[in-house]
């Protein structure tokens, strides 16, 4: 967490920003082989270079985008395929819930902005930070770009990388596990409290059990699940109501 102290008082918009990028540099480096995979992915399931990078500029959502190079390359039905990423998308309204609150003084323009470079990544980062009261909330949306755009940014240059040069990869490189460990690397800095704890221990064991759920529909599930288990413990435990005591969860003021 960034300590507003050490934001240069004569430039907290540039402050904020660069707090943004350096919260997500770790995460950036396990993203990296995740980004290269789709590539390769992206044009052995038939899309041509310019297709696979148009869709990471496009669409920017990692699994989505995985889930759809798959659909595919089987020659799914579009609605079957629109309806599947919207599914797997879904979570992203939960984050716009929980961040909405701190970004409707922005001006239009931003809010686009913002809800573009919107990810699993940029999000938690973001909340955390949101949920610090000892920042003002004036500038903390130039950390949301800063974190945003470090991660749009990465993901066009691993995905351009996956693309051209994929093929040269050895096929006994399992690059894939680094896809889980980014996602552990960006829900440890939220888990600071029962809620939170139990909230993802029940996510994560419900998608375990429903892994095999067409459609990804595991994954909403168990979503489900760590929002209920989350917000019941969050309403009954007087001595851990949120990370920070305020009765709130993460992005909330």
Do not use: C
Not at 50 to 79: E, Y
């Amino acid at each position: 967490m960034t300590d507003p102290e050490a934001h240069p008082s004569a430039h907290p918009r540039l402050s904020e920003l660069w707090s943004g990028v350096r919260s997500e540099l770790p995460i950036v480096l396990g993203g990296i082989p995740f980004g290269m995979i789709y590539g390769v992915l992206a044009v052995a399931a038939g899309l041509n270079a310019w297709q696979a990078q148009a869709m990471s500029s496009i669409v920017f959502a990692g699994a989505a985008q995985f889930i759809g190079a798959q659909m595919m390359s089987t020659g799914a039905a579009l609605p079957v395929l629109w309806l599947t990423t919207l599914v797997v998308n879904l979570r992203h309204v939960l984050y716009s819930t929980a961040l909405g609150p701190d970004l409707r003084h922005l001006p239009q323009r931003w809010r686009w902005l913002l809800a573009y470079l919107l990810t699993d990544e940029a999000y938690v980062m973001t909340a955390v930070h949101y949920a610090d009261r000892r920042i003002p909330i004036a500038y903390k949306h130039w950390f949301f770009l800063g974190a945003g755009f470090i991660m749009w940014a990465e993901w066009q240059i691993s995905t351009a990388v996956g693309i051209f040069l994929g093929a040269q990869f050895p096929a006994n490189w399992s690059l894939d596990f680094t896809l889980a460990l980014t996602f552990i690397a960006i829900v440890f800095p939220a888990l600071q409290g029962r809620p939170s704890l139990a909230a993802a221990l029940s996510a994560g064991i419900v998608a375990l059990l429903t892994f095999t759920l067409p459609y990804k529909l595991g994954l909403i599930i168990a979503t489900l699940t760590g929002i209920v288990v989350g917000v019941v413990l969050e309403n009954t435990s007087p001595t851990s109501r949120n990370l920070g005591g305020s009765g709130k969860f993460p992005g909330s003021e």
